[in-house]
């Protein structure tokens, strides 16, 4: 492996420990104490866009490619297995993903939050301390929750098993998958490590084609080669193994290009006032809870399960932006705020925000518009029924990247508490109305239900974040995505009106949607962060270019 591949692997563990010997790069100034030109300013500015631009385009192009290999795994265990057999893939999936939930606990998080603090504080002890209590504590907790899933496999298998149906397939699939959930937890810890010393690539690398790529070899040729649902589960097992032994090496190479290891400093009672919350906000929170699923699981049968999660799978596409997004803010956030830089913290989080709903906005209304042409090319014939449930919950997913990260911002700042209450309550809404509303009105209803608490919690999330912190997601140019999304959308719904069914159709119109959209953008512009953004992605490509020739 050549040199400059390493440092690319080692991720910014170098570059940064150059950054804090400069004298005239160790610390940007105050914007309360800046003297300077708006031109110097607005430099700094985009400074902090551009950090994030770089890594967030990594980040975004791995999340594309895990989304992708998902979603080859998807359509192999959906066509091969149909509703029903995906639909017991998904509730074993999800009880294993919960627990791995609960197994993780707020480490991953801590583990950005507590190594980046002290890495800003050019404090090495404290970076190798905390990275110890959080492997130390994820390992702990990893083992206690595998021992109660694997020992209690049982009771759950009769509280998902169809009616008339036995339980025993759920409970040897659920004790064959139970390994998944220590190996993964540790993979996210791992992962979480890496990213506090913003080495995107390997935390991409781990997280997002390593692990979800061995899950389609080893899973997809299972179910293809006969074995069913075990197969499918059987591969999940395997992808995490794997990814597990990726990110300790990529880990251990990091520290390894630091240097010298210092001696190991950790206040293991701050970190835990922080991670214990912090763990309510991860098991607790919609998205990753998977609550429409368990409710179907218990009220509904296989085949409902199975229909709500083509649907949910499809808007993992629109998503893929603010999951890519969070993963380099995170340790931004908590340098922000950690040297009171609130109005570059605003600024940034105003960018991030108009970022998301350019590249997500339009992917939801198509998805809204033509849900039916996605479900089944994703699930097959048999999920034709999770067309209406794909428009339902990409309206509350608007609202969920629409409002930019403001959960990760809460965290990161501190208010893990606040943030842990939060999700607390839209566990509380999501039950009460889903008990009240899946037995009258099925799946149905649980899509209602689940973009209904999307919306109140995030909305509730902006208005916590400006009271909290002093910032708020909606800058001046907010609206211009929001319009050339609505004239994009208002075209397509045209043309489907107006030509016949056909899938060739349907994708002509959705590429002249694409083309009033980028059209409608450029008639409004760039502002001047993105353009200064934009321009340095350009001159970067020209140098690679030229270096290629």
Same mark, same amino acid.
């Given at each position: ?14 570059? *940064? &420990? ?10 940007? $100034? ?7 030109? $708006? *031109? ?7 400074? *902090? ?15 594309? %490619? ?41 480490? !991953? ?10 890495? %800003? ?38 509280? @998902?098993? *169809? ?48 692990? $979800? ?23 999940? +097992? ?26 190991? &400093? ?14 309510? =906000?991860?098991?607790?929170? %919609? ?20 229909? #709500? ?8 596409? !629109? ?6 997004? +969070?993963?380099?803010?995170?340790? =931004? ?7 009171? /830089? ?8 105003? %960018? ?6 350019? @590249?997500?906005?339009?992917? @939801? ?10 479900? =089944? ?21 608007? @609202?969920?990247?629409?409002?930019? !990260? ?41 899509? +209602?239900?689940?973009? #209904? ?12 974040? &400006? ?5 708020? !997601? ?54 001047? /962060?993105?353009?200064? =953004?934009?321009?340095?992605? &350009? ?11």
């Amino acid at each position: 492996m050549s040199q400059r591949r390493e440092g690319e692997i080692a991720g910014g563990a170098q570059e *940064d &420990k150059r950054r804090a010997n400069s004298s005239d790069t160790a610390k940007p $100034p105050r914007p309360d104490e800046l003297t300077a030109s $708006p *031109d110097e300013l607005l430099a700094v500015r985009t400074g *902090d866009a551009r950090t994030i631009a770089g890594g967030g385009a990594i980040q975004i192009a791995g999340q594309m %490619t895990n989304r992708v290999l998902g979603y080859l795994f998807i359509a192999v265990v959906a066509h091969s297995l149909g509703k029903a057999g995906y639909g017991l893939y998904r509730q074993i999936f999800q009880v294993l993903f919960i627990s791995m939930t609960l197994a993780a606990g707020g480490w !991953p998080q801590a583990a950005v939050r507590f190594i980046a603090r002290a890495r %800003t504080r050019n404090d090495p002890s404290g970076s190798i301390g905390a990275a110890r209590v959080v492997l130390i504590g994820s390992t702990l907790t990893s083992a206690l929750v595998f021992a109660a899933v694997f020992l209690g496999a049982g009771r759950l298998a009769s509280a @998902f098993a *169809d009616a008339g149906a036995e339980p025993n397939d759920f409970e040897y699939l659920l004790r064959l998958g139970a390994i998944y959930i220590p190996l993964y937890a540790g993979m996210q810890v791992l992962r979480g490590c890496i990213q506090a010393y913003k080495a995107v690539v390997p935390a991409v690398t781990v997280a997002n084609i390593i692990q $979800p790529g061995a899950r389609l070899l080893v899973g997809g040729l299972a179910v293809l080669a006969g074995f069913g649902v075990a197969g499918a589960v059987g591969g999940l +097992v395997a992808s995490a193994a794997i990814a597990v032994v990726a990110g300790a090496f990529f880990y251990r190479r990091i520290l390894t290009a630091e240097g010298p290891r210092a001696e190991p &400093k950790a206040s293991i009672s701050e970190m835990l006032r922080w991670t214990i919350p912090q763990t309510g =906000v991860g098991l607790l929170g %919609t998205q990753s809870l998977g609550l429409g699923i368990i409710l179907l699981g218990v009220l509904g049968t296989d085949a409902d399960v199975g229909v #709500f999660g083509v649907a949910q799978a499809l808007q993992l596409a !629109p998503n893929v932006f603010l999951t890519g997004i +969070v993963t380099i803010w995170s340790p =931004v956030v908590v340098e922000l705020y950690e040297k009171g /830089e609130i109005e570059r913290l605003t600024s940034l989080y105003q %960018t991030i925000s108009r970022w998301l709903a350019t @590249f997500s906005f339009p992917i @939801f209304v198509v998805l809204a518009v033509e849900a039916e042409l996605f479900a =089944v090319l994703l699930g097959g014939e048999s999920a034709r029924d999770a067309a209406i449930l794909v428009t339902i919950l990409a309206a509350g997913n608007v @609202f969920f990247v629409g409002t930019g !990260p403001s959960g990760s911002l809460l965290s990161m700042s501190g208010r893990s508490l606040m943030n842990f209450f939060d999700s607390l309550a839209s566990i509380v809404l999501y039950l009460g109305l889903g008990l009240l509303f899946v037995p009258k009105y099925g799946v149905v209803g649980m899509a +209602v239900v689940d973009a #209904f608490v999307t919306t109140v919690i995030n909305l509730l999330r902006v208005i916590q974040v &400006k009271v909290s912190v002093g910032v708020q !997601p909606f800058g001046r140019s907010y609206f211009k995505p929001v319009l050339a999304t609505a004239g994009a959308g208002a075209v397509l719904l045209g043309l489907k009106a107006l030509l016949p069914d056909s899938v060739l159709l349907s994708l002509g119109g959705i590429a002249v949607a694409a083309i009033v959209y980028l059209v409608a953008l450029r008639v409004m512009g760039l502002d001047d /962060e993105e353009r200064l =953004v934009w321009d340095g992605i &350009k001159q970067r490509a020209r140098k690679a270019t030229s270096r290629s020739r």
